[in-house]
C-alpha cells in the first residue's frame, strides 16, 4: 500500500482540526477540500483548473459554518470522524496511486 505525503498527511489532519474546531461530530468532503487548498500539490492541480482558491476557500467556509450546523455537537471532548466519503475519497487516491506503480499519495492525487 502507498504511503501518503508529509503535506498530505498535514492536510487530513487539518480538515479534522477544522471540524473539531467547529464542533462538528463529522468531518466531511467540505473539510477535506478546505483543508487540500493549503497542500501544495493539490492547489496546483486547482490552479491548473483555473479554481480561484481565494474564492473557493470564502465559499467553502460560508458553507461550513452557515450550512453545515446540524454536525455540531455539545458532547465535551468528543472528536470529529470522517465520513464514509471522506475516508473513500482518500482510500480511491491510494488505489490509483498503487495501480500506477507509485508509492506515494499526494493532494493531487485525492
Same mark, same amino acid.
Given at each position: 500500500m502507498p504511503s501518503f505525503s508529509?503535506?498530505?498527511e498535514q492536510a487530513i489532519h487539518a *480538515?479534522?482540526?477544522?471540524?473539531n474546531q467547529r464542533r462538528h461530530e463529522?468531518?466531511?468532503l467540505e473539510h477535506l477540500l478546505?483543508?487540500? !487548498? @493549503?497542500?501544495?500539490? *493539490?492547489?496546483?492541480?486547482?490552479?491548473?483548473c483555473s479554481v480561484n482558491l481565494e474564492e473557493l476557500r470564502s465559499t467553502l467556509v460560508k458553507? !461550513? @459554518?452557515?450550512?453545515l450546523t446540524t454536525l455540531e455537537t455539545n458532547i465535551e471532548g468528543s472528536e470529529a470522524v470522517p465520513t464514509a466519503a471522506f475516508q473513500r475519497v482518500i482510500q480511491r487516491?491510494?488505489?490509483?496511486?498503487q495501480s500506477s506503480g507509485r508509492t506515494e499519495v499526494t493532494g493531487a492525487n485525492v
Open positions: 508529509n503535506t498530505l *480538515a479534522l482540526a477544522q471540524a463529522l468531518a466531511t478546505l483543508a487540500l !487548498i @493549503d497542500e501544495p500539490d *493539490a492547489a496546483r492541480v486547482m490552479k491548473a458553507y !461550513i @459554518d452557515e450550512d487516491a491510494a488505489i490509483h496511486v
